[in-house]
């Protein structure tokens, strides 16, 4: 173990050291040497997925009852560290899943859990999640994705935008507007469970266009969702007709606060793999006759970057270990997104100016690495974003 991985912050229990002993294995061994070459083609992992299937890895926090691994969040967040140091794309392949799974766990109806949370701790489907739409990122309450109720069906019309794994996806969590009315507007929201056919584009009523190219984050497909008169049962919604309708907003939110945690750690994994990369690098490349790393310039690089990752690292399991708790954990999930993201960034550019002109080729992974940290800058809600939520949270608590 690295000296900047987390698992030496914790006293972590044998089961957990051998999930991740094995997880390190898979990434070392069948994610690092292929992963540049998956990203420069674009192509979706399909033998590293299935090896996650067989490891359990969309199961990871599914109830054992509703046939998954049971594990904490904190075991979790280790394993997306881990992934995300092989290779960003795969934790972007249980992401969206992870954070279905853990909607329909927490609201789901019992009859909705047994219908999906054992097919999806097995893998055989994955989800995806969509609120975003094309005018509608930051500002969910904008959204105008209308689900209009017709006998026993809701028919939704409208565009999402930056659906992750929305092609392969066999279920889409969707949030959409059930009453344009309500004030607030967040009140008239509704997520509904879109069960469809995986990897199918055009379906009776929802068309999913060829995916958007993008800088980095490759080899998993975004995708927009167009609705046209899409027809969905209203046992559909999230928590059932009764207990689900309006409650929307707030599940997504829920959803989403816990993806900020899981982000933080995909943000470690690529300061983790940055920085591995650039002390190993530091010690072989020559320069004046002798290592970089003797240099004192690069010296100060290598100890900022550590210590940073450092930093990013304890705030990502604090706000772990209190989500798992139970406690309110918007500011430390806020802090923990907004550092480890930026930090991610720096990092890789930081790795990148210690590889010299080597670290702007195409054969060196620092190049993926830089071009992949932005999207978690951006993502589950923005670092500008990240501000505004910690400063809330402040104001509130030191309020004079
Ligand atoms: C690769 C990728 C994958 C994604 N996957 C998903 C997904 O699976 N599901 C999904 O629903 N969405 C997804 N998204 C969408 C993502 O969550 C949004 O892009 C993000 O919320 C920002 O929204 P926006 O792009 O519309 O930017 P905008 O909201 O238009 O923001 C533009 C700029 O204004 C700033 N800004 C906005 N409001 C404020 C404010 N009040 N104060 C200060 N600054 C502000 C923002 O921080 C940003 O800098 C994905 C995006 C990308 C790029």
Known sequence: MSATASAGMLDLTDEQQDILATIRQFVDRDVIPHASRFDHDDEFPTEMVETMKEMGLFGTTIPEEYG???????????????????????????????????????????????EYLPRMARGEIRSAFSMTEPHAGSDVQAIRTRAVPDGDEYVIDGQKMWVTNG??????????????????????????????????????????????????????????????????????????????????????????????????????????????????????????????????????????????????????????????AGERADLEAGMAKLYATEIAEEVALEAMRIYGGYGYSQEYPIERLYRDAPVLILGEGSNEIQHLIIARRLLERYAI
């Open 167 to 324: 092609l392969r996806a066999g279920l889409v969590m969707l949030l959409a507007v059930t009453d344009p009315s309500a004030d607030p507007r967040h009140r008239g929201m509704t997520t509904f469970i879109v069960e469809k056919e995986a990897g199918v584009a055009e379906l009776e009523g929802l068309t999913i266009p060829a995916p958007l190219k993008k800088l980095g984050y490759k080899g998993v497909e975004s995708t927009e969702l167009v609705f046209d008169g899409y027809r969905i049962d209203k046992g559909q919604i999230l928590g059932g007709e009764e207990a689900g309708l309006g409650q929307g907003f707030k599940q997504f939110m829920a959803g989403i606060e816990l993806g900020r945690v899981n982000i933080a750690a995909r943000g470690l994994g690529i300061a983790t793999s940055a920085f591995e990369h650039a002390i190993r690098y530091a010690q072989e490349r020559e320069a004046f006759g002798k290592p970089i790393s003797s240099h004192q310039s690069i010296q100060i690089k290598l100890a900022q970057m550590a210590t940073k990752i450092r930093a990013a690292r304890l705030l990502m399991l604090d706000a772990a270990r209190r989500k798992q």
């Open 68 to 114: 998954g691994l049971g594990l904490d969040l904190v075991t979790y967040v280790l394993i997306v560290e881990e992934l995300s140091r092989g290779w960003i794309s795969l934790s972007g392949v249980v992401n969206t899943h992870f954070i279905a799974s853990y909607m329909i766990k927490t609201f789901g109806t019992e009859e909705q859990k047994r």
